[in-house]
């Protein structure tokens, strides 16, 4: 959105100070609350691709089993990837995959939880990406026209803005 098509209204962007400088948020005052966040997305592939990771005969190894690591993984270090993320002590990671033939593609959840002054989105996201990209640097060798896409938080739960669940996509 342009500044000029934003309304007075419109929520402050927190990672700038009054300057416009970029600055990490301090969040030392805010009360440590139960969050939890979720995010999906998937990556779509063809067929046969689809057939390798159901079938478990990658060349590579278990794709979705490694690719639930790379994701656990990067949920930790988001803050080492992220500039002005906060390092947080997280409380639980876990990863879902759904093969979708229908679609020939592969959708992954994240669940992200801490107990802490600020939430867990990012580590949601960064999360459902790493975990895509293993899966697309897995089966590169068979399939190199994969399509990572649809990337979103669709809830979260804890802290002062409370929840959030995604309005069903159009």
């Known amino acids: 959105m342009s500044s000029s098509s934003a309304s007075s209204s419109s929520p402050a962007l927190t990672h700038f100070d009054g300057q416009g400088q970029a600055h990490m948020v301090d969040v030392g005052a805010k009360p440590a609350t139960h969050r939890i966040a979720v995010a999906e997305g998937r990556i779509q592939m063809q067929p046969a691709t689809l057939a390798i990771i159901e079938a478990g005969t990658a060349k590579k190894g278990d794709v979705l089993g490694v690719a639930r690591i790379a994701g656990i993984m990067a949920a930790k270090k988001t803050s ?11 409380t639980r990671v876990a990863l879902e995959f759904e093969l979708v033939p229908a679609h020939s593609s592969v959708r992954c959840s994240a669940t992200v939880e801490t ?11 960064a999360a459902v990406q790493i975990a895509l990209l293993t899966i697309y640097d897995m089966c590169k060798a068979v399939d190199k026209g994969m399509v990572i896409g649809d990337v979103r938080v669709v809830e979260k739960h804890g802290g002062r803005s409370g929840g959030f669940v995604a309005s069903a996509k159009p």
């Not at 080492?80 to 997280?90: G, K, M, R, S, V």
């Open 115 to 125: 107990v802490g002054p600020t939430g867990v989105e990012m580590e949601a996201l």
């Open 80 to 90: 080492d990837l992220i500039p002005l993320c906060h390092p947080l002590a997280l």
